[in-house]
């Protein structure tokens, strides 16, 4: 059975930092990649960052570049994203995804996705 989990969330101030957590189980993701979503209310669901777990390539958006950072923990099957400088308008439920082909930034080139964790940032 194929799960991620995220964890994490919460609320912070404007500037503050969240690290969000995302474990992977029953699902060999290393040879795909993993992507960090976010969905805030009323929007469309939007990608903040990528990893391509075999080479440890990652990949942003200009909004969140050089803000947002994602890794990885292969030996416990974990992705990481760490945001700083956090804004009101970051506030969203954040997920995480496992992909196989397609457009990275597309939703349905994710086959896999977590249940979602709020992150609420306050002015």
């Known amino acids: 059975q194929v799960q991620l989990v995220e964890s994490g969330g919460g609320s912070v101030q404007a500037g503050g930092s969240l690290r969000l957590t995302c474990v992977v189980s029953g699902f060999d993701y290393v040879s795909d990649y993993v992507g960090w979503f976010r969905q805030a209310p009323g929007k469309e669901r939007e990608g903040v960052a990528v990893l391509f777990p075999a080479d440890g390539v990652t990949k942003y958006p200009n909004s969140v570049k050089g803000r947002f950072t994602v890794s990885q923990d292969n030996a416990n099957n974990t992705v990481y994203l760490q945001m700083n400088s956090l804004k009101p308008e970051d506030t969203a439920i954040y997920y995480c995804?496992?992909?196989?082909?397609?457009?990275?930034?597309?939703?349905?080139?994710?086959?896999?996705w977590g249940q979602g964790t709020q992150v609420t940032v306050s002015s």
């Open positions: 995804a496992a992909g196989d082909s397609g457009p990275i930034w597309s939703v349905s080139a994710y086959k896999y």
